[in-house]
């Protein structure tokens, strides 16, 4: 696609209920990157692939979310037993290669926890 | 230690105005990249300007610069004649280590200034 597509662009969920936000980088970028931005804060790393590995998942909160990744494009990150505190702003972003000089980013889904 | 900090949580200027929004960040390391990004309503992270703590020169793109102080460890960004679709939340942001060769790729966000522009 032209762009980093996410989905849902926004999701309400019961506290305890599982979620699933879907990244769909653009065409071709092998790195791909989510970020969290909760309220009032900047955005905070949390997980990168290469293909369909993570090389780095230091910034998940806890071991209730993972994410993978297939066919070295749509990413998918699985929020478990949602609490309140994960309401926030789930950005993904995609880059051609491995990249310290910045990527593009989706419009985010925003999930909130009730 | 916060690693960026945007002092100003809201800014207004006044269309075809300039404005400053001030960035200081904190690094132990010589190599380095500083961001700038702004996020509109809609909520894409849309990337601005970029500055290498090597690059001598100020970055310039269109109507941002980035007033570059490494001494003062600080990394301003400039917006000549505002607009009002300049209206959006801008964030600072820091690579730490070198760019090349991709081994640092994570950015260090600060917690935004929201800028207003009115008519």
């Known amino acids: 696609g032209a762009g980093v597509s996410q989905s849902p662009s926004n999701k309400v969920t019961e506290k305890g209920k599982d979620v699933e936000l879907r990244c769909d980088p653009i065409?071709?970028?092998?790195?791909l990157y989510w970020y969290r931005q909760s309220l009032g804060q900047g955005l905070e790393f949390l997980i990168y692939?290469?293909?369909?590995?993570?090389?780095?998942k230091s910034g998940l909160p806890s071991d209730r979310f993972s994410a993978e990744r297939t066919g070295g494009s749509v990413s998918t990150l699985t929020i478990q037993r949602t609490q309140q505190e994960d309401s926030a702003v789930y950005l993904c972003a995609s880059s051609l290669r491995r990249s310290g000089y910045g990527y593009t980013f989706g419009s985010g889904t925003r999930l909130t926890v009730v | 230690a916060q690693k960026i900090t945007q002092t100003q949580p809201g800014m207004f200027v006044q269309e075809k105005e300039a404005v400053t929004l001030d960035c200081t960040y904190d690094?132990?390391?010589?190599?380095?990249?500083l961001f700038w990004y702004k996020q509109p309503s809609s909520g894409e992270m849309i990337f601005l300007i970029y500055?290498?703590?090597?690059?001598?020169q100020n970055a310039t793109e269109g109507r941002y610069s980035l007033n570059f102080q490494k001494a003062r460890k600080s990394a301003n960004l400039v917006i000549s004649a505002s607009q009002l679709g300049d209206s959006a939340m801008y964030f600072c942001?820091?690579?730490?280590?070198?760019?090349?060769?991709?081994?640092?790729?994570?950015?260090?966000f600060g917690k935004g200034t929201l800028l207003t522009v009115n008519p």
């Open positions: 500055q290498g703590s090597y690059d001598e």
């Open positions: 942001a820091m690579r730490e280590g070198p760019g090349s060769g991709g081994s640092n790729y994570k950015l260090t």
């Open positions: 692939f290469q293909g369909n590995s993570a090389p780095d």
């Open positions: 065409s071709g970028h092998t790195a």
């Open positions: 690094t132990s390391d010589q190599s380095y990249g």
